[in-house]
């Protein structure tokens, strides 16, 4: 069975600083995505980041990037130069093969950014 | 133009009422989904159906029954609304569904269902 853990139900990070939001998932799969969605008080899902299973270097995205070590199942997200508007929930999620394309969610972690 | 959009967007009603909440998407995807959050937060699939073909049920009671006219519809209905319900359902689509895809499923805005 396919699983999403995210081990921080929150955090705290003081403006201009990086912060890193820890994902760990289990997959027999060989091909997977792992996914970074956003979602701020307002209540819409922003997508922010992939990484694919058979992606050789981590993806990045502006002052977003990924963590991705596979070996050990996890693909942290890391946030560059924090922002007041970065306070949110963020999900990780993934997509194994042959599962219609569903998305498989963490339980989140809510980034509280402060000035 | 909104990619995904829902109606409607809040949803208050009694229980034991049958409700329904559309979706559409014009971004020309194949696949779209149902995800319900619950009050802490949790996301889980629900639904999903390929070019109007389901493809997915995830364990939902048989009161909830998606229909889709056509592949850039997905509707849900529900019957006999129960405290349970109450929650935020989202719809979201998707171009492809290969797991190592790399084309993100894009969400509605949610419609935040309370029965009471």
């Known amino acids: 069975a396919q699983k999403i853990t995210q081990t921080q139900p929150g955090m705290f990070v003081q403006e201009k600083e990086a912060v890193t939001l820890d994902c760990t998932y289990d997959?027999?799969?060989?091909?997977?995505?792992l996914f970074w969605y956003k979602q701020p008080s307002s209540g819409e899902m922003i997508f922010l980041i992939y990484?694919?299973?058979?992606?050789?270097q981590n993806a990045t995205e502006g002052r977003y990037s990924l963590n991705f070590q596979k070996a050990r199942k996890s693909a942290n997200l890391v946030i560059s130069a924090s922002q007041l508007g970065d306070s949110a929930m963020y999900f990780c999620?993934?997509?194994?093969?042959?599962?219609?394309?569903?998305?498989?969610f963490g339980q989140g972690t809510e980034l509280s950014v402060k000035p | 133009d909104t990619a995904v959009s829902q109606t409607p967007k809040y949803l208050v009603t009694q229980m034991g009422n049958d409700k329904s909440i559309k979706c559409e998407q014009n971004?020309?995807?194949?696949?779209m989904y149902w995800y319900k959050q619950d009050s802490k937060k949790f996301l889980k699939i629900m639904f999903s159906?390929?070019?109007?073909?389901?493809?997915i049920n995830e364990t939902v009671p048989n009161r909830f029954s998606p229909k889709s006219p056509d592949k850039a519809h997905l509707n849900l209905h529900i019957n006999s609304l129960e405290l349970g319900d109450s929650a935020v359902y989202f719809c979201?689509?998707?171009?492809?569904?290969?797991?190592?895809?790399?084309?993100?499923?894009?969400f509605g805005p949610g419609t935040r269902l309370t029965v009471t």
């Open positions: 997959t027999s799969d060989p091909s997977y995505g």
């Open positions: 990484q694919g299973s058979y992606d050789q």
């Open positions: 971004l020309g995807h194949d696949t």
């Open positions: 999620a993934m997509r194994g093969g042959g599962q219609g394309g569903k998305l498989i």
């Open positions: 979201a689509s998707s171009q492809d569904t290969s797991g190592g895809s790399s084309y993100e499923q894009y």
């Open positions: 159906y390929n070019n109007k073909e389901l493809i």
